[in-house]
């Protein structure tokens, strides 16, 4: 029988999470991105995809993803402390690792491979990359559904998660499950769909 073993962050883990952020924050400023949009506004939403603006202020369409992701990483989390017993690793520690997980993406999110592969084969025309304050955010919505999912039933996870795939998917033809195909492997058919053709 698994032991019941809480991945929920106490002030360690918070402020271990909190470190490993800063961390991503200052290595993306040494990567020369910006800090906030060049547009020069800060703004808490912007809805408009095909936009400068996209990926540059506190939220967008793809902040859902991020929130899934943290559903991920919790899942990921609840298997190796919770099933198979892991203990090399105070539980305390797991969203910290998770925070890193999704740090060490948005600098290879933003690194010029990743960036050129976006335009490339998705939808993502123009697609110069995140502002840090959008890559900080993206890890703040992860960290927000890694603790959701330490605090919601499994069942109600998975069907928040279902709902933000299809809700963005009616929205913006693309979604977490899109945007990893397409970057994986494109599929030209979807490529079209999500263009409006």
Not at 42 to 65: H, K
Request: proline share 4%; net charge neutral.
């Amino acid at each position: 029988m698994a032991s019941r073993v809480s991945l929920r962050p106490g002030r360690a883990g918070w402020i271990a999470a909190a470190g490993v952020a800063l961390g991503i924050v200052i290595i993306l400023l040494g990567m020369a991105r910006p800090p906030i949009c060049p547009c020069g506004t800060i703004r808490l939403w912007q809805g408009v995809v095909e936009s400068a603006e996209n990926s540059q202020q506190i939220s967008d369409w793809y902040s859902f993803s991020h929130v899934i992701h943290g559903f991920l990483f919790y899942g990921a989390a609840h298997l190796l402390w919770r099933r198979a017993g892991f203990k090399a690793i105070s539980p305390q520690w797991a969203l910290a690792l998770a925070v890193l997980v999704e740090g060490s993406w948005e600098i290879l999110e933003n690194s010029p491979i990743i960036i050129d592969r976006y335009r490339a084969v998705t939808i993502s025309w123009g697609y110069s990359g995140d502002s840090v304050l959008n890559s900080f955010c993206d890890m703040a919505f992860m960290a927000l559904g890694f603790v959701f999912a330490s605090r919601a039933p499994a069942t109600v996870t998975i069907l928040v998660g279902v709902a933000f795939e299809l809700f963005t998917l009616a929205m913006i033809r693309d979604n977490l499950t899109l945007n990893v195909l397409m970057l994986v492997w494109p599929v030209e058919v979807v490529r079209q769909w999500q263009a409006g053709g």
